[in-house]
Each structure stands twice: as C-alpha cells, then as structure tokens.
C-alpha cells in the first residue's frame, strides 16, 4: 500500500509542478501585457500601434485561457490535496503506533543483550561461554533489526511531516490564486 500511495503522492507533487508553471506563464504574459500597453501609450506609428494591439488581444486571450486551466487544476489540486491529508493523518498515527512498539521492541532487545553479556563475564566453563556467544550473537542481530526498523520509521514520519507542509502552502497559494483571478 505505501507503493501506491508514494505513487500517488508523485503524481500529486508533479500535478503541483505543472499547475506553478502554468501559473508563472499567465504571470509574464501578463507583465508582457503591460510592457506592451505602455509602448502603445507612447507610441505614434500607425503600424506599431496595430501590430501592439494585435499582440495585447492574442495574449490576453492567452491568458484567459491560462487562467480556466489554471482555476479547473487549482479545483482538482485542491481536492486531491484534501484526500491526501486525510490519508497522511491516518498513515502518521499508523507510524507513531509502530514506532511506540518498535522501539519497546528495541529496547527489550538491549536489556537483554546487557543480560546475556553480564552471564558471559560471570561465565567460567568454556563450553557455557560458546553457549553463550550465540545466544549474544542472536540478540545483537535482533537489536540491529530492531534500530533499522526504528530508523526506517522515524524516517518515513519525517517525510511525511515534509509533506504536510508542502500541502498546507500549496493550498494557500491555491486560496491566493483563487482570490486574485476569481472563480
């Protein structure tokens, strides 16, 4: 399940990318608009004067068709992102109960192998000793087992926590761009 929805959070993530770029290229033809409006201003050439005025109307056609796709993606994003949370906040208390009983695990692991240590020392019979080294070498195996997995965990929580993040400003700047060009 975590393939899928690492899958789906990529998918999501390039969705926001496309969305950003879609948003930056309304934004210079629209500074492009403007630069444009001012030299018709000055402008006295009749030429001049059509052909800027024939470029402002194409772009801004452009960009009344940058800003639908960008309202429908910023629609979709929004709603996706939503599902998202959602599910994250159930994968994150996932991962909080498995780090709680991983780490006990871990820890149960450690105390045991100081045990099987303090034997060792106290040990004198060769054949007892041996004994004990595998058993040491069990529990040493199992302790690493037990770190990795603590690791692996506290790892995934961080990524998600990066996420959260993520999310929670690209929908700010979903509502920003929602208000500035309307819906």
Sequence with gaps: MA??????????????????IIRRDMEKIMFLIRRLSEKLRKCKNHRNISHY???IKRQRKQVAQLRVELLQRNEDLEKRIREEREYSEKEVEGFKTRLEKETREMEEA??????????????????EQEEVARVMARATRRLLRETADVKKIEKELSLEEKDEILFTLEL???????????Q
């Design 3 to 20: 393939d899928i929805h690492t899958t789906v959070e990529r998918r999501l993530k390039n969705d926001i990318i496309a969305k950003n």
């Design 53 to 55: 005025n024939s470029t």
């Design 110 to 127: 450690r105390s045991k192998l100081k045990k099987i240590k303090a034997v060792r020392e106290k040990s004198e019979n060769i054949e």
């Design 172 to 182: 700010k700047k979903i509502e920003s761009d929602n208000l500035i060009y309307g």
